[in-house]
C-alpha cells in the first residue's frame, strides 16, 4: 500500500464514546461489567481501549517528538497474566538517545465487592540493555489476577524526527478501540501507511484549538489527526510467516520534507536514486567499499589469473575464514575499513561491503543489495526510505550470471544466503539505475536418512547404523547444530527413542558445497505382544505430528525455501520370524506436494522407502487445507509399524 502524505483532509467521523478523553486511574462502570470479549469470545483478555498521541514539543532550544500511550486492559484468564509485562524499546545512537518518562501504572481488583486499586510501583521499573543502538525499560504490573483491569501510561521524548513512532492497533489480545493521534508541525512533512486495513473506522483532521505556538517569530497552529479502529481481532501469530510485522494492523510514517524556518524545503530522500547517491556517498558504505577495493589491489591481485568462477568462491571463503561477524545487522560499516581489518571483526556491513570491494578489484561486477530480513519485515517500494534495510548482500555477475551472495557465516555454502535473508526483494544500489533483485532459493533442501537394522529378540532391541544426508539449509541448520554443541547434537536424537552406541562419525564438515554426513550406531527398542514384534521401521525419527496445526489459515504459508525429506529402512527378519502386517503403498502427487511410500519384503529382508516434497517455497492461504491433509497423511505413513511373528513351525515352541 503506498504512503499518503498528511495535508489533505481525507473524511471526518466520529465515535464520540470511544475518541472521547479518558481520565487515567479513574475507571468507567462498563470497565468492571465486561465478562469477555463480545467479538472474540474466546479470548483470555481484551484491550478496552488503548490510545496513543505523538506531538512536537517545544522549548527554548527547539523541538522534540513526544509520544504519550494510554492503554487499559482487561484480563479474563491466567493464560494472559502475561498481559500485565511490559516492555518499552528505546533508541539511542551518536550521543542522542530515546527517554521514557511518567510511566504510571495501577491494577484494579475487586475484592469483598469493592475495588482496589493498586499503584505500579518506581522500584519495579527497570532498564535492560538489548544492543549497541537499543535499551529498553521493563515492568510488571502488580497483584495480576482473574478478572484485573490493567492501567498504564507514560511519555516516550524523542530527538529522532526521521522515527515518528509507529502505532499498532493490533495485538495478540482483541482491542475494543485503538486510536493514535499525530500533530504536526509545519517545519516536517511526513508520510503514512496503513497496513492491514483499507481504511480506519475513525478519522478527523483539524486545526488544534487555542493559542498557536511560534518559532523563530514564525506563528503557527498545529494540524491534528485522527485515525482509530473499533473491534480489532488479535493477531494469530501463525507459524510460517514471513513476519509478524508483514501482516498486523498498523500505520507507519516516514519523513518525507523538512520545510527550513528559511522558506527552503528539504526532500527526505524522494526517489530511488537519491537513496543510491545517499549511500554511495556515505563514508560507511560507498567509500568504504572503494577503500576495500584499493586494499583489493594490492593484496589479492594474485587472484586475477584464476576463473570468475574461482575468484568469486576465493574471496567468500577468504572473507568467511579471516573474518568474524560481531552478531550486529546494518547495511552500513559499524567501524572504518582498517578498525575492520585491524579488530578481524565487523557487522554485516563491514564485511558484505568489503567484499563487493574486493570483488570489484579483481574485475568482476558486484553491486551493493540492501534487503529488510524476514524478522524485520517485508520492504514497501512505494517510498524511498534507507530505514527499512537492515542488510547488505552482494550482486556479483560470474560468467554472465548474476548471484547473490554473503560472506558473513563461515558454515553457510557459497552457493547460499543466510535463510534470514530470504524476504522478497532488494534494492540493487548502483549511481547508474534503479532497480530490484527478487531474492528467493529454488533448489530443495533435502534430508535422508538411511536406516540398517537387525533385530536382536533377546534383548528386545533393534540394532542399527543411520546414515544421514543433508543439502542445501538442511546442511547449514545440521552443521550449525552439530559445531555449537555436539554433546548437545547427539542429546537431540537421543530424545527420539535413539541409544547412541557409538561416536557420531562426520563428514564434510568444513567443505560445505558437498552434502553435510553423519552417521552413527544406535539401538532402540520396540513392542512385544505375545509373539508379535511391533517395530517402527524409521525408530520414530520422522516428526510424529503435523506441523500445519491450525484448522484454517488467514494468511499465506512461507516455508522460507523448498524443502523434501527420504527415509529408507531396511531391515533384517530374524530367524524364525515371518512378516505379518506391511504398510500398504502410498502416492500424492500434485503441483504443490508430492510423497511416495513402499514396503517390500526379499527373501530376509524388508525395505520400506519413505520421500516426500514441497514443490514451492510459499503458498497462497487457500492451499493450507490441501498442505495440512497431505503433512496428516504422510506422519501417519512414515510412523506406520511393521507386524513380524513367529513361524507356526516354532510358535508353539
Not at 568467511?320 to 582498517?338: C, L, P, S, V
Not at 537387525?454 to 547449514?476: M, P, Q, R, S, V
Request: glycine share 4%; with cysteine; proline share 3%.
Amino acid at each position: 500500500m503506498k504512503y499518503r502524505l498528511l495535508s489533505l483532509l481525507l473524511f471526518i467521523s466520529c465515535f464520540s464514546a470511544l475518541a472521547q478523553e479518558i481520565e487515567f486511574g479513574t475507571l468507567q462502570s462498563t470497565d468492571l461489567e465486561i465478562k469477555e470479549c463480545s467479538f472474540e469470545k474466546d479470548a483470555p483478555a481484551v484491550v478496552l481501549f488503548d490510545k496513543g498521541k505523538t506531538w512536537f514539543a517545544q522549548d527554548d532550544r527547539g523541538f522534540i517528538l513526544r509520544f504519550d500511550r494510554h492503554v487499559r486492559i482487561k484480563i479474563f484468564d491466567e493464560a494472559a497474566f502475561d498481559q500485565g509485562n511490559f516492555e518499552i524499546p528505546l533508541y539511542h545512537s551518536n550521543g542522542k538517545r530515546e527517554e521514557v518518562k511518567d510511566i504510571e501504572g495501577f491494577t484494579f481488583n475487586i475484592e469483598e465487592g469493592k475495588v482496589e486499586k493498586t499503584p505500579l510501583k518506581t522500584e519495579s521499573v527497570y532498564k535492560e540493555e538489548i544492543n549497541e543502538y537499543w535499551y529498553s525499560k521493563k515492568f510488571a504490573m502488580p497483584k495480576i489476577k482473574e478478572g484485573s483491569i490493567i492501567d498504564v501510561k507514560y511519555t516516550i521524548y524523542s530527538p529522532y524526527f526521521s522515527f515518528l513512532r509507529d502505532w499498532e492497533f493490533q495485538t495478540d489480545i482483541p482491542t475494543i478501540y485503538s486510536e493514535y493521534k499525530v500533530q504536526m508541525i509545519p517545519f516536517y512533512s511526513y508520510r503514512y501507511r496503513l497496513q492491514g486495513a483499507t481504511k480506519v473506522d475513525h478519522f478527523k483532521s483539524y486545526e488544534k484549538k487555542g493559542l498557536g505556538r511560534s518559532f523563530i517569530g514564525i506563528e503557527f497552529t498545529d494540524m491534528v489527526y485522527e485515525f482509530g479502529l473499533k473491534n480489532v481481532p488479535s493477531f494469530k501469530d501463525e507459524d510460517f510467516i514471513s513476519s509478524r510485522n508483514d501482516y498486523v494492523k498498523k500505520i507507519d510514517f516516514q519523513l518525507a520534507e523538512i520545510n527550513e524556518p528559511s522558506g527552503y524545503k528539504r526532500k527526505i530522500m524522494d526517489s530511488w536514486s537519491s537513496l543510491s547517491k545517499e549511500l554511495l556517498d556515505s563514508p560507511e558504505f560507498g567509500k568504504y567499499i572503494k577503500k576495500a577495493e584499493k586494499w583489493g589491489d594490492k593484496n589479492m591481485a594474485y587472484l586475477k589469473e584464476k576463473s570468475e568462477a574461482e575468484r568469486l568462491n576465493a574471496v567468500l571463503d577468504y572473507m568467511k575464514m579471516t573474518y568474524k561477524w560481531d552478531q550486529y545487522y546494518g547495511k552500513y560499516a559499524r567501524i572504518t575499513f582498517k578498525e575492520f581489518n585491524s579488530k578481524l571483526t565487523g557487522n554485516i556491513g563491514n564485511i558484505n561491503l568489503a567484499t563487493i570491494g574486493i570483488l570489484r578489484s579483481l574485475d568482476l561486477e558486484a553491486e551493493p543489495v540492501i534487503i529488510s530480513t524476514r524478522n524485520n519485515g517485508k520492504v514497501n517500494d512505494a517510498f524511498p526510505y534507507a530505514q527499512l534495510f537492515n542488510y547488505v548482500l552482494a550482486l556479483v555477475e560470474v560468467d554472465g550470471k548474476k548471484r547473490l551472495v554473503d560472506a558473513t557465516m563461515d558454515l553457510c555454502s557459497n552457493n547460499l544466503i543466510p535463510s534470514k535473508c530470504i524476504n522478497g526483494k532488494g534494492f540493487v544500489v548502483d549511481e547508474d539505475n534503479d532497480s530490484w533483485v527478487s531474492i528467493s532459493n529454488s533448489a530443495i533442501s533435502m534430508e535422508e536418512i538411511n536406516l540398517i537394522m537387525n533385530i536382536n529378540t533377546d534383548e528386545g532391541e533393534l540394532e542399527g547404523l543411520c546414515k544421514t544426508k543433508c543439502t542445501g539449509y538442511k546442511a547449514l541448520s545440521e552443521r550449525i547444530d552439530y559445531h555449537r554443541d555436539q554433546d548437545d547434537f547427539k542429546e537431540q536424537l537421543s530424545k527420539k527413542g535413539l541409544e547412541i552406541a557409538s561416536d557420531i562419525m562426520v563428514d564434510n564438515m568444513s567443505e560445505k558445497a558437498k552434502p553435510f554426513k553423519y552417521s552413527y550406531e544406535f539401538t532402540s527398542e520396540f513392542d512385544q505382544i505375545d509373539d508379535q514384534l511391533i517395530i517402527s521401521p524409521f525408530v520414530n525419527l520422522p516428526s510424529q505430528e503435523n506441523p500445519f496445526k491450525q484448522e484454517e489459515r488467514q494468511l499465506p504459508v512461507d516455508l522460507v525455501y523448498r524443502r523434501g525429506n527420504r527415509y529408507i529402512a531396511t531391515i533384517q527378519i530374524p530367524d524364525g520370524y515371518k512378516v505379518d502386517e506391511l504398510p500398504g503403498a502410498k502416492n500424492i502427487n500434485s503441483d504443490n506436494v508430492s510423497f511416495n511410500y513402499k514396503a517390500v519384503v526379499n527373501d530376509k529382508m524388508i525395505q520400506i522407502i519413505a520421500a516426500f516434497n514441497f514443490k514451492k517455497q510459499s503458498y497462497e492461504a487457500q492451499d493450507y487445507k490441501e498442505l495440512k491433509n497431505f503433512m496428516n497423511a504422510v506422519t501417519s505413513k512414515v510412523n506406520s509399524k511393521i507386524i513380524l511373528s513367529k513361524k507356526e513351525d516354532l510358535a508353539g515352541l
